[in-house]
């Protein structure tokens, strides 16, 4: 962003002149390029699922999942039009599969999560497993891996995908390819990953831990009674009410390289304090309803809505009923590269 100031004749010429040599004065240019703090393009958002779920609906009756490869609607911030991002870093999108249907199997350098929204009866595989997926469960596809997804139930199944397309582009490292055939062959019984790694207890294996968390999907049904049983237990925090990170279970970190993905529970009547993070962050209303002020917009939630809080924008979150909230951001990123800030309360 250039700084606006009334520029010299002499100056002028001779940026026009170095211009020409594709050459550009810092000195006009630094305020904007090193900020003093986030100047996000994304905007606080809302979109309720009332809204969404329509439009979806129809996409399914005019088009089928071999013409669309993926029947998604994007879910682009205002503030970035046209550029497929929910915010700075991160890619959203809402994803029905209608019974019977299959999504063909390809891979990305994008690493992708799903949370399940609507239906029950879907199914997606990674490198060979599937991971039956019920709402509320949180479904990871690490960078590179063979996936397709299926519906063998009566019902249209609906999820929230975020992948991390922004942070591949940005880096302009992007592969992908499709595999010949509709479906990658099982090569694991199905739930594997769960049985292995999803009890809080560690195969006893050697060799180092991957990129990514070995577990593919983390339980809504898991997650809700720890949230319940850690707000009976307390303490409440005032920013975040009680939280969990989905981990990787041979680490301890995040999911996947550069996305974190947590579960909070706001109790009924709860209000937060404000807090603020450079992580911009998706929010994904997995229960109840309340609002959020996000830099001084009041965003009114309920159920599968989902909203955005920009980069180091003050949030406050308040529960009007036990409320349950999903969340993803590019926070593993950041940390890893030394950038990650946060601050609690007004200070
Ligand atoms: O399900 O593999 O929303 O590759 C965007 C790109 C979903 C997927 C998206 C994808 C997928």
């Not at 999108?93 to 690493?111: F, I, K, S, W, Y």
């Not at 917009?297 to 999903?326: C, K, Q, Y």
């Amino acid at each position: 962003m250039p700084d606006t100031h009334a520029v010299s004749a002499e100056r002028q010429a001779y940026y026009d002149a170095i211009a020409t040599q594709d050459l550009a004065p810092l000195w006009e240019r630094m305020k904007g390029l090193v900020a003093n703090s986030p100047r996000p393009k994304s905007v606080p958002a809302h979109w309720r699922y009332g809204a969404i779920r329509p439009h979806l609906m129809k996409a399914g009756e005019m088009l089928t999942t071999e013409e669309a490869e993926r029947r998604v609607l994007i879910i682009e911030n205002p503030g970035l039009p046209g550029q497929s991002r929910i915010t700075g870093s991160m890619y959203a999108g809402a994803q029905l599969l209608m019974p019977g249907e299959r999504a063909r199997a390809h891979r990305h350098t994008a690493c992708a999560l799903r949370f399940i929204l609507e239906g029950d009866g879907a199914y997606t595989a990674v490198d060979g497993e599937r991971t039956n997926m019920k709402p509320g469960d949180f479904v990871i596809t690490p960078s590179w891996t063979w996936h397709d997804h299926g519906n063998d139930g009566a019902a249209p199944v609906v999820w929230l995908d975020g992948l991390d397309i922004a942070i591949v582009n940005m880096f302009d490292a992007s592969f992908s390819e499709e595999y010949a055939e509709e479906v990658f062959p099982p090569t694991r019984p199905v739930n594997d990953s769960e049985i292995r790694y999803g009890g809080a207890m560690m195969p006893e294996q050697t060799g180092a831990a991957g990129a990514a968390s070995p577990l593919l999907n983390y339980r809504w049904e898991r997650a809700r009674e720890t949230l319940d049983a850690m707000l009976r237990n307390g303490p409440v925090d005032a920013c975040h009410g009680v939280k969990l990170h989905y981990t990787n279970p041979r680490t301890g970190g995040p999911v996947m390289p550069t996305i974190n993905a947590s579960l909070q529970l706001l109790p009924k009547g709860f209000r937060s304090t404000s807090y603020r993070s450079t992580d911009g962050t998706v929010f994904c209303v997995g229960e109840g309803s309340g609002h959020s002020v996000v830099g001084g917009t009041r965003i009114d939630w309920g159920h599968n809505d989902l909203f955005v809080v920009p980069s180091w924008m003050p949030v406050e979150h308040e529960a009007s009923e036990d409320a349950v909230l999903f969340s993803f951001s590019d926070r593993a990123a950041q940390e890893k590269l030394g950038i990650w800030r946060q601050r609690r309360g007004n200070a």
